[in-house]
């Protein structure tokens, strides 16, 4: 049986429908749920496997960014979903998501504390919107997200992907193996700050975290926008290289592989 996703859509929340895709074409039944039908009717979540916050700008960012969409689903309907995040399920936040995750306490949940926020992320230290494809590899063995990942090659678009912690924070993040993703350059050596291979200056070049469990990831980059080989910016000459070297163009990018996980986790229970 395929795993039931609720894509979460609303007020400035965008690239649904390319999440809803990824999800579905990794074997999932991804479908779209307005925030309000969601508040409405919560026991939607007791029905599904999988919570996902898309990227975008939800309710503008005015109040900050995530902040006026998770202040929304805390108040509303913040008990069904730590009850939600608490049974076998999974959870996922992209960009304004991961936002969104940070302020409900989700993510990185240090010490099981779910629901208290306990990290930010902050402006990017360029102080500009930043749009470009970047290098992230693997560091964690515990993310379910993350299983079978080495590196990926994917686009970023957001103004504060900045993640902080204070120092003790990044430290247990690091011991319970809770930093998902980090910044890497193209041959996978650590981005140490450096703009614009670290594109927001992020601590210790964290680009995604996971909770305790490895259940919940909060991701800064965009899976969902480059699924295909031919979405890379460097497609005509790595597709030129492969063929010079007798190899075949693959059609998908290894950034499926995050939504394909998410099924596989299923699909052996």
Request: with cysteine.
């Amino acid at each position: 049986m395929k795993p039931s996703v609720i894509v979460l859509g609303g007020y400035g929340i965008n690239s649904e429908a390319e999440t809803i895709f990824a999800f579905n074409q990794a074997g999932a039944d991804a479908k779209y749920v307005h925030v309000t039908d969601l508040i409405e009717n919560p026991k939607m979540l007791e029905e599904a496997q999988i919570l996902m916050i898309p990227g975008g700008f939800s309710f503008g960012d005015h109040t900050g960014s995530g902040k006026a969409l998770s202040n929304l689903l805390f108040d509303k309907i913040g008990k069904q979903i730590l009850d939600f995040v608490k049974r076998d399920t999974l959870t996922l936040g992209i960009c304004n998501g991961f936002q969104v995750l940070v302020a409900l306490g989700l993510v990185p949940a240090l010490e099981d504390k779910y629901g208290e926020r306990q990290a930010g992320l902050l402006k990017n230290t360029s102080n500009r919107f930043v749009c470009r494809y970047v290098h992230l590899k693997n560091q964690s063995e515990k993310c379910v997200w993350t299983k079978g990942i080495d590196k990926l090659f994917l686009p970023v678009a957001h103004g504060e992907g900045n993640f902080f912690l204070p120092e003790e924070g990044l430290d247990a993040l690091e011991k319970n193996d809770q930093i998902a993703f980090t910044y890497v350059d193209e041959h996978g050596a650590p981005a140490k700050g450096e703009f614009p291979v670290n594109p927001n200056g992020a601590q210790r070049d964290i680009a995604a975290v996971c909770d305790s469990s490895g259940r919940i990831m909060g991701l800064m980059p965009h899976p969902e926008r480059g699924l295909w080989f031919s979405n890379r910016p460097d497609f005509t000459l790595a597709k030129e290289k492969l063929i010079r070297e007798g190899k075949e163009v693959p059609e998908w990018t290894d950034n499926l592989q995050i939504f394909k996980n998410a099924v596989e986790y299923f699909s052996k229970k």
